[in-house]
């Protein structure tokens, strides 16, 4: 069952690419590309936004180093990242970025009898499996977290992302902070995996993992949810077992200390907190700061607007989070360093 | 002969103006040069782009782009070996598969097949061809991944798996996915057309060849193996080519099916890639202008493959004619 709706999902995503491309210069329509992780939330605020003012907003959920590469080729009016990119780049690049959401990446995986909060694991296991050290289910460091579970002697199948993806980096970053073993590795949107299988994007990913017996993944929570994916719970940073929810994602992001990081750098993994999720991610748009379309420019600020305004419900229907209003409030301050070519901020 | 052609030629000759008379054949003759002449500029086009494109990976990485394994785009660096070995080791297996079953199938249509089940027997194996490829990649994940996953491959590993040496090519965890199925997939994907070309080729075999020889008192297997085939060798050769081109360029079911993981494994139980699904996987996303790049250049390497093994088919075909297969046949 769960495989077909992902894929009625990923023709859908399809469809609004190739619409989208076709639709760029509409007029009454705005064009995104990027990360697959909020694409479940922008594409519900999309559908509100598109009932309420009638402007069409299409996204293209192509991995983060799609949005990114996109919106430096000017393809798109915005773009989208799970990765941040850092000062330097965006100044290089002439684009800004602010975060729209916050989320959860939850480890997901395919073992018979194995329910949904019932294994936990921690990162340094979860590091061990990626780098292939660890290869089957019953191995000692597994079951050493999983007292009381009956573990099978089977092999692991990892699946990973074979494209350039946010969620990557965020679940990359997250390794290497808890496991020395990771280095050889890296942090990035796309790395050299030791082991396992790619799919693409979250939804790839979920339907690999719920195609393969003995699989484990990483997919943005909603995925998980909407494909009925079992998720394991973790050991966070504190060394209390936490589960995948949205008071886990929150108590990870009230860490965020958003007002001093330049540029909105900032990586959520890995959070103190005895409640915090310890994959929580933050999830941004880029945009060009010198517009040549500043009335462009300035609907898709107003879609923009109108989610950080609106838009809580929907996200938290769906366990995003939120952002604060505190950082709301900084977002729109930093909304007026986008420009028209003469040097004029689009929204006034 | 003569009658059936003569209709077609009543009017041809008559009632010209001057301008058809001084113009007509000069203007066919340019018109069709021209259309050689863009497709010869477009192949030219296509390989100066992918050079252009792929220069800076090429020249970052030097000559050891072609043997390099890694595929690291934290610290770019690229190699072509693990998605190269991947493209021939799927159209190889694909070969495999797909040859002798067309081969056969294809003699069974021509030569012992009662003559009513003929034509829609031919029609279904058409009808395959048209069946776009992700659906033969989302039939091999959902249908045929389950399926290798419990039963096709332990059974490899118990058995197969045993033998010394060639037991490696069976070795690993079995999760389905890997680069035998791929094989497996591309096979089907390229049987309907070596079929079809093999089935054309052998009808065109004269009827009095096939009844010289059974007048002879040839057994079915004389004729097929002694007269059709050597009459078509450079049909059957070319329909094998034209498979192999589909094959090694396949993207989009190989993609479902093989893992896109860039490691290298003796094991084919093992995810691999191949150069057109790492180019689906990566290329909208690829960051950076090494990396992009690095993508083209793998793109200029499967022309050249694709290239070389259509000029290999072609020179082998050659050799046979040169041998002299007619002597073979009417002797």
Known sequence: MFSFKTFARAATVAAGALFAVSAAHAGDTISGAGATFPYPVYSKWADAYKDKTDIGMNYQAIGSGGGIKQINAKTVDFGASDKPLKPATLKKDGLMQFPMVMGGIVPVVNLKGIKSGEMKIDGKTLADIYLGKVTKWNDPEIAALNKGVSLPDQDIAVVHRSDGSGTTFNFT??????????????????????????GKGNAGVAAL????????????YAYALQNHLTYTNMVNKDGKVVAPKYESFQAAASNADWEHAAGYYLILANQ???????????TFILMHTTQAHPQKAKEVLNFFN????????????????????????????SWMDIKDESGKPVLQ | MVESVAPALQGVGTRKSRFAMRWGDPIFWGATLFFTLVLFALLCGVIAVLLVGGWPALAHSGIAFLW?????????????????????????????????FSFGMAIFLTELCPHRLRQPIAIAIELLAAIPSIIYG??????????????????????????????????????GIGVLLAGLILGLMVLPFITSVMREVFASVPPVLRESAYGLGATRWEVVWRVVLPYCRNGVAGAVMLGLGRALGETMAVTFVIGNAHRLSLSLLAPGTTISATLANEFTEAVGDIYTSALVALGLVLFVLTFLVLALGKKLLLGARAEGAEGEVLA
Not at chain 1, 321 to 332: E, Q, R, W
Not at chain 2, 147 to 175: D, R, Y
């Open chain 1, 173 to 198: 970053y997250y390794l290497n902070d808890v496991s020395p073993a990771w280095s050889k590795v890296g942090v990035d949107a796309s790395v050299e995996w030791p082991a396992g299988i790619g």
């Open chain 1, 209 to 220: 993992v719920g195609q393969t017996d003995g699989s484990i993944g990483y997919v943005e």
């Open chain 1, 272 to 282: 103190p907190g005895a409640d915090s999720w310890p994959m929580t991610a933050a």
């Open chain 1, 306 to 333: 109108w989610a950080y305004a609106n838009g809580d419900k929907m996200a938290k229907d769906l366990d995003y989070i939120p952002m604060p209003d505190n950082v709301v409030a900084l977002v729109k301050k």
């Open chain 2, 68 to 100: 390099t394994a890694h595929w690291n785009p934290v610290t770019d660096t690229y190699g072509a070996v693990v998605p190269l070995i991947g493209t021939i080791e799927t159209s190889v297996i694909a070969m495999l598969i797909g040859v002798p």
């Open chain 2, 138 to 175: 989302m039939w091999g994940l959902f249908i045929v991944v389950p399926l290798f996953q419990h039963h096709v491959e332990p059974a490899l590993k118990t058995t197969l798996g045993n033998i010394p040496l060639l037991g490696n090519l069976f070795s690993g965890p079995p999760i």
